[in-house]
């Protein structure tokens, strides 16, 4: 059996040496980190993305925004504009708003909707439920529970903020006639609905209060 040399030695330490150092350049922690560059990005924008205090305002719906670094400097930007802008607080008040408009309008209560809405959307409720009373139709409708709220967009333009918002809710809707005989729907089939909506405030206004401007459909 040959014996192991000097040189034998000195390779196998300097093998050793650049094995390690590889090992610790390709370790599972340090691949990660490398891996997705656009971490720091996401964390930093979810800063904006905080769950309401309010546990019990927590079982009703989530609030989420777009994970997105220019969403979020658009929000910094309305909250230097508006001072009393705050995404949970609008959430909350979105939600509130939703469902008040939802009702009064399937109520056929278009009066109460003046302070909330814009002209052009007024009509638009107006006109439906016109239609509907021409018909001799009315539509039944409740709101099951709020899924998700989310903050889809906001643009500044002078002194106008709009603020575009995605709700997603499951309702049951039913459609009858005058004798009350359902023409469509079923009181115990549920539905996800999407709704985006957006809400604008005009600061140059004496007391600027936001107001419903668009309905889109998703």
């Not at 709700?167 to 049951?172: A, L, M, R, S, Y």
Request: net charge positive.
């Amino acid at each position: 059996m040959s014996q192991i040399s000097y040189y034998d030695v000195i390779v196998l330490v300097l093998f050793t040496i650049v094995s390690f150092s590889i090992y610790k350049m390709l370790k599972p922690e340090n691949v990660e980190e490398n891996a997705n560059p656009f971490a720091k990005k996401t964390i930093k924008a979810s800063k904006m993305v905080k769950l309401f205090k309010n546990k019990k305002a927590l079982q009703n719906f989530v609030f989420e925004t777009l994970k997105n670094e220019s969403l979020d400097i658009k929000v910094q930007k309305l909250s230097k504009l508006d001072k009393t802008f705050e995404p949970q607080s609008f959430m909350s008040w979105a939600r509130d708003n939703f469902e008040y408009i939802f009702k009064s309008f399937y109520s056929n209560h278009n009066e109460k909707l003046k302070l909330k809405l814009s002209n052009d959307v007024y009509k638009e409720f107006e006109k439906f439920n016109n239609e509907l009373s021409s018909k001799k139709q009315s539509i039944n409708a409740e709101i099951v529970r709020f899924k998700t709220i989310m903050i889809k967009d906001v643009n500044l333009f002078k002194k106008q903020a709009n603020v575009t918002v995605e709700f997603v809710t499951e309702q049951t809707a039913v459609v009858k006639d005058s004798t009350g005989k359902i023409l469509k729907g079923d009181d115990n089939q549920i539905e996800t609905i999407t709704d985006i909506w957006c809400f604008s405030k005009d600061f140059s206004l004496k007391n600027p209060a936001w107001i419903l401007t668009k309905t889109i459909e998703a």
